[in-house]
């Protein structure tokens, strides 16, 4: 209740689109809706400048005023004008706040080179944004499918419909495939290495919440659509595509990243790296937290956290009395780590002072609202299927496939990954390299880095 008291309330916003000729504002996705031409003249103040009877066509009411909610602008080249290199399009976005009495506005102007190189084209895209994006559309159209499979009074299941989803996912992926590896001779078609992190978001999407099969009841499924066609950036690209922050609370800040091409996220003790939402950060001696946005920041423990390699035997542990409360402090240590980060993600802070992490007064930069839920369990809990079920099953790839993909398993020995696999839940799903073969793509292995 308190947060929603605290929210900002709307006060007539508006938000007018503008592009240069041939491009045209195709749909807009989110918490606004389309005005007509005379709501969007008295928005604007356009009626004592001028009769502008082609603004309601770019003309949006905003439904909220704060930062938890965020429109998605599609635009499309209706062919019209020449945009043969060298050319520029131009696109302008104005808020319009207050009503006529009290106005103001805020106006940011984009100009976009336009290239006919496809590498030039991969290199220039802002992989969050577009991966949000197509997500949004996948998504929306998805809704609607349900939407008209209920209106209609059909019987048929909605799994019929989440297969129709998929479908659109997998041709969305290969279609970007076949774009870039345009006169390649190589079967299967070679994937833009500079694309892959889209490709891996459309993994995800696959398998999250929203479309997978193992998240959720219908409804379930429909509030989580909702939410993430309505909710910032920033949190709608976490809620497609989970980020896992590992902990290491021994370690000395200034001394560097336990894990091999890691860094400390957030510059202070205790030290939390960001590796790849894969279920190879699930080693018994980790303590981790996976942050997936609007459906809630789960913390994970192993249970061998604080205990020597050599001293770990199973599901029992053989110590001395100094070393097992040496074990018992850094694993309280630890569930207090991950418990603190996961709250403080889950109210939707991500940056802030050592104060915050302990408890303290942060400064949010990304609201969520409502707030979701956060849990910490054990290793071998029945609450860990929370966390277990948002991460790929890459136990299954090839260990150069898991080397370039997730830093901290390299060096592992073969044997070791066999232990692994050999712990890891059973599941039948398919890794991300799988899922690309199966589409007849060809993934290339590069190294993962931290590029959200």
């Given at each position: 209740l308190a947060a929603a008291a605290a929210r900002p309330t709307p006060r007539g916003a508006a938000l007018t689109i503008h592009a240069s000729k041939g491009v045209?504002?195709?749909?807009?996705?989110?918490?606004?809706?389309?005005?007509?031409?005379?709501?969007?003249?008295?928005?604007?103040?356009?009626?004592?400048?001028?009769?502008?009877?082609?603004?309601?066509?770019?003309?949006?009411?905003l439904r909220g005023a704060d930062d938890s909610q965020s429109v998605s602008a599609y635009f499309e080249y209706d062919g019209t004008a020449s945009l043969d290199e060298p050319a520029f399009?131009?696109?302008?976005?104005?808020?319009w706040i207050g009503d006529e009495n009290e106005r103001s506005a805020r106006c940011v102007t984009l100009r976009v080179s336009t290239t006919s190189s496809a590498v030039a084209y991969a290199r220039a895209v802002h992989l969050p944004t577009a991966s949000l994006l197509a997500a949004r559309r996948l998504v929306l159209e998805a809704h609607e499918d349900d939407t008209l499979r209920v209106g209609a009074g059909s019987s048929a299941s909605s799994r019929k419909n989440t297969g129709a989803s998929v479908a659109r996912i997998e041709k969305c992926v290969s279609r970007v495939a076949e774009a870039f590896s345009a006169g390649a001779d190589s079967s299967p078609a070679p994937f833009p290495e500079a694309l892959v992190p889209f490709a891996e978001a459309m993994y995800h999407l696959r398998r999250g919440p929203m479309l997978g099969v193992g998240f959720g009841h219908d409804d379930e499924k429909t509030t989580a659509r909702l939410a993430f066609l309505f909710a910032s950036h920033d949190v709608a690209y976490r809620s497609l595509a989970p980020v896992v922050y590992a902990w290491n609370g021994e370690r000395d800040v200034r001394s560097g990243s336990p894990f091999p091409g890691t860094e400390n996220v957030f510059g202070e003790e205790p030290f939390f790296a960001k590796l790849p939402a894969l279920d190879l950060a699930l080693a018994p001696h980790s303590a981790i937290v996976v942050d997936h946005g609007l459906f809630g920041a789960f913390g994970w423990v192993g249970r061998d956290v604080g205990v020597e390699p050599g001293e770990a035997s199973g599901d029992a542990t053989t110590t001395t009395t100094s070393s097992g409360a040496n074990a018992n402090a850094t694993r309280e240590a630890a569930v207090e780590a991950v418990t603190s980060l996961a709250t403080r993600l889950a109210r939707g802070s991500r940056s802030g002072s050592r104060s915050d992490i302990n408890g303290g007064t942060s400064t949010a930069n990304t609201s969520v609202f409502p707030a979701p839920p956060s849990l910490v369990a054990a290793e071998g809990s029945s609450a860990a299927r929370r966390v277990v079920c948002r991460l790929a099953p890459a136990h299954r790839d090839a260990p150069h496939e898991q080397d370039a993909r997730f830093p901290p398993v390299r060096g592992t020995s073969l044997e070791a990954r066999r232990a692994f696999a050999a712990r890891a839940p059973p599941t039948e799903e398919l890794t991300f390299f799988q899922w690309m073969r199966g589409l007849g793509v060809d993934a290339p292995v590069t190294p993962w880095a931290p590029w959200r």
């Open positions: 045209r504002v195709a749909r807009l996705v989110g918490a606004a809706d389309v005005m007509s031409a005379e709501d969007a003249a008295r928005a604007t103040g356009a009626a004592r400048r001028e009769k502008n009877t082609a603004l309601a066509a770019t003309a949006f009411a399009v131009h696109l302008q976005f104005i808020t």
